[in-house]
């Protein structure tokens, strides 16, 4: 049962994460469709181009960094929750809670 509860959030956190960035794709402003026409060669690219490739990219990944955080927060206060008074579950629950909070704090400082 635990599995598939943990399987289907991350499932559903991936989902989630990449939807915006689906849907933006179909509309054709996605990722790396923000680049000028001519940038079909590499040779024929602006540095401007180069750098808005950069900031999707790393868009992106701080998009994938916060929803990782998000599921780890989740998993922790999952495990928080039904405890039941089990003080190893409790330690466990509040490390990741923890972790994902100090993960966050690098990642923002980056």
């Not at 960035?21 to 923000?34: H, I, M, S």
């Amino acid at each position: 049962m635990r599995q598939t509860l943990l399987i289907t959030l991350i499932t559903f956190s991936i989902l989630f994460a990449l939807a915006p960035a689906a849907l933006a794709g179909e509309t054709g402003k996605g990722w790396f469709n923000d680049l000028s026409a001519n940038c079909f060669n590499l040779g024929d690219c602006t540095m401007e181009d180069f750098i808005q490739m950069a900031v999707n990219l790393i868009n992106f990944m701080l998009g994938i960094a916060g929803a990782l955080a998000l599921l780890i927060f989740v998993f922790g206060g999952y495990n928080w929750i039904t405890s039941g008074g089990n003080s190893e579950k409790v330690q466990k629950g509040l490390q990741a809670i923890m972790a994902a909070l100090i993960g966050l704090v690098i990642v923002a400082s980056a």
